[in-house]
C-alpha cells in the first residue's frame, strides 16, 4: 500500500479526495480519479459526505483503484452500527483496501434528507474495531482469521480542540496511525495546535496531515467559515472577495497554506480536499511545487 509504505519511510505525503457521485455512472468516478492520478499518494473516498448520498464509498474505491490510485476508504458512525461497519471492514480487505479514515460523520441536519443518525460507536470506537480486526477480533470478541489489518485514520479539527489534543490522544490509543485536519487558514492556530500536540508527544506516534481546500469563490469560503471548527481569518476572506479571479485567488492562498504548513514542526504531509468535478486540486498540486510524488522503497 502506497501511503503506508511511504509513511514508513518518512517522506511527505500528500493524499487528495474522491467524493462519489450522487449517480449509479462508474464513469464518473474513473474520470475524476484518472484527473489524480500522478498527483497524490493517495485518495479519501467519502462516505456520504454532508450527510448526503452518494455511491457507496467502498464501490467508488474500487474503481479509483482501477484507474492506478491508492484509496483510503471513508466510513462514518453516523449510518451503520457496529455489525454493519465490521461487515465494510472485512469486505474492504477481502478487496485489497488496506487505509482507512474513521469518521463520526457530518450531522444529518446538513444535509436535510430526513435520514436518522445511527452513532452505535463513535470515531473513537470505529478505530479500536478497526484495529481490533488486525488483531483477529470482532465486535463482541468474535474470532476473526485471518485478521484484517488497516493503516487507521482519524480526523480532527484544530480550530475545535478544547481538549489541547487529549482527543487525538484517545484515538491514537485506540490505533489510529495519521490524521488528516480540516481544512487550514489560519496558519498560526494550527501552529498553536500543533505545539500542544508536542506537549503530549503525539507527532511521534500519529502522522499529521494538514488539510487544505481551495475554495472556489468568497461565497464558499464564508459558508465554510461559519461551520463549527473552521477558522478562517478576515484577511484570507478580504483577499478572496477582492480578487478579479476568486477561484485562482483560492488556488493561491491554497498553495500558500501549503508552503507555509509543511515547514511546520510534526507535519508528515498535505490532505488535498476538493468539492466536485471542479476541483481545483490539480492547480493547487502543481502551484505548490508537490511534484513529483515520490515512490515506496
Request: glycine share 10%.
Amino acid at each position: 500500500m502506497n501511503l503506508s509504505r511511504l509513511l514508513e519511510d518518512g517522506r511527505f505525503v500528500v493524499t487528495g479526495e474522491l467524493v462519489p457521485p450522487r449517480s449509479a455512472d462508474p464513469g464518473v468516478v474513473r474520470r475524476a480519479a484518472r484527473a489524480l492520478r500522478g498527483l497524490v499518494d493517495a485518495v479519501n473516498v467519502t462516505d456520504n459526505a454532508t450527510a448526503r448520498v452518494g455511491m457507496a464509498p467502498l464501490a467508488a474505491a474500487m474503481l479509483a483503484a482501477g484507474e492506478g490510485l491508492d484509496p483510503v476508504l471513508q466510513l462514518t458512525c453516523r449510518d451503520r452500527n457496529r455489525l454493519a461497519l465490521t461487515a465494510d471492514l472485512l469486505g474492504a480487505h477481502a478487496l485489497g483496501i488496506r487505509a482507512v479514515l474513521c469518521l463520526s460523520g457530518d450531522p444529518m441536519e446538513v444535509g436535510r434528507t430526513g435520514a436518522k443518525p445511527v452513532f452505535d460507536l463513535d470515531a473513537v470506537g470505529l478505530a479500536r474495531l478497526a484495529t481490533d480486526l488486525g488483531r483477529g477480533r470482532g465486535p463482541g470478541g468474535t474470532p476473526i482469521d485471518p485478521p484484517a489489518r488497516f493503516l487507521v485514520g482519524v480526523a480532527e479539527a484544530p480550530g475545535a480542540d478544547p481538549s489541547g489534543g487529549a482527543r487525538l490522544a484517545a484515538k491514537a490509543d485506540a490505533g489510529a496511525a495519521f490524521v488528516q485536519t480540516q481544512p487550514i487558514y489560519d496558519v498560526a492556530q494550527f501552529a498553536a495546535w500543533l505545539d500542544q500536540l508536542a506537549a503530549r508527544g503525539l507527532p511521534d506516534r500519529v502522522a499529521i496531515l494538514a488539510g487544505i481546500l481551495p475554495p472556489a469563490s468568497a461565497a464558499q469560503l464564508e459558508r465554510f467559515a461559519a461551520l463549527p471548527g473552521w477558522s478562517v481569518p478576515d484577511a484570507v476572506l478580504d483577499r478572496i472577495r477582492t480578487a478579479r479571479d476568486q477561484r485562482a485567488e483560492g488556488i493561491a492562498v491554497a498553495a500558500e497554506m501549503v508552503k507555509a504548513v509543511r515547514t511546520l514542526p510534526g507535519v508528515r504531509g498535505i490532505h488535498l480536499m476538493g468539492l466536485g468535478p471542479t476541483s481545483a486540486v490539480p492547480e493547487v498540486v502543481h502551484t505548490a511545487g508537490l511534484l513529483p510524488r515520490p515512490v515506496p522503497s
